[in-house]
């Protein structure tokens, strides 16, 4: 069994559609879910489907020893980001090389970097009138979104779509792609 540990910030939604994907799965499941934030939903949406959830305070994030042990605890063979404001540290980038990734909600390199994330990516390709937007799944590295990618799914964007019809269409690529490419990368 491969174990998928999930890092999330929000309310959650990325985090149960993957824990679902793989809940009846043979050879992969979601074995935990950090975050840095206890009063947000994605706690009861995965304590709902039986997985266990834990907070980490942003220095046990930067320091990356206790998150370690927990990854450890659960014997993590890849940590999936799902909707995570934090930056990942060096300590975890170095313990599980080529084996973070995480999911930005545009076609990087565009809008992409430090505060581009949730509405404020959606607001901008919007803004900038663009023609398509979608998502990228790519390898955490030391940098805000210049990971390698692994992966992009694009969608239209009409003249007349507001940034929250662009969010809509996003949110449907990051359900129906990103528990495959986790499947995919993990080997299952």
Known sequence: MKNVAIFASGSGTNAENIARYFSKSESIKVAVVLSNNRNVGVHARVN????P???????????????????????????????????ISAPLLNAYP????NIHPALLPKFGGKGMYGMHVHEAVVAAGERETGITIHYIDEHYDEGTVIFQAKCPVLPSDTPEEVAAKVHALEYAHYPHIIEELIGG
């Open 48 to 51: 709902r489907l039986g997985v």
């Open 53 to 87: 959830s834990f907070v980490f305070s942003r220095e046990d994030f930067a320091d990356g020893g206790p998150v370690l042990a927990k990854l450890a605890e659960y014997d993590t063979d890849l940590v999936v980001l799902a909707g995570f404001m934090n930056k």
């Open 98 to 101: 080529g084996k973070i990734i």
